[in-house]
């Protein structure tokens, strides 16, 4: 059974910066894919980033250039620094994951955490 443990949630001003990381454990080997997905108030869930096994990474578009989405093979560890937040930012951040390789950041994932909440004030 595949579980995965977030941390790193916070409130900060935007402008600020926040690292998320979840590591994961129960793979059983093949390729996957992890990210990191989030759910404002009101709103339908959405994919922020997500990385594959290899390394490749799709983000989405409103947080291209701010949010970086890095892993740790080893570790069965995924990170997402978020730099320059703003308000828009603040949601519950859930991570993911899910086999396969080359993942959007529309992909079905398979596995979910509990989420840790993300609040940006001005």
């Known amino acids: 059974q595949v579980q995965l443990v977030e941390s790193g949630g916070g409130s900060v001003q935007a402008g600020g910066s926040l690292r998320l990381s979840c590591v994961a454990s129960?793979?059983?080997?093949?390729?996957?894919?992890m990210g990191w997905f989030r759910q404002a108030p009101g709103k339908e869930r959405e994919g922020v980033a997500i990385i594959d096994s290899h390394g490749t990474t799709s983000y989405a578009d409103s947080v291209k250039g701010r949010f970086t989405i890095s892993n740790d093979i080893a570790k069965n560890t995924v990170h997402l620094q978020m730099n320059s937040l703003i308000p828009g930012d603040t949601a519950m951040y859930y991570c993911a994951a899910g086999p396969g390789f080359a993942c959007s950041v529309y992909y079905d994932m398979s596995y979910w955490g509990k989420g840790t909440l993300v609040t940006i004030s001005s």
């Open positions: 129960g793979f059983t080997g093949g390729s996957y894919c």
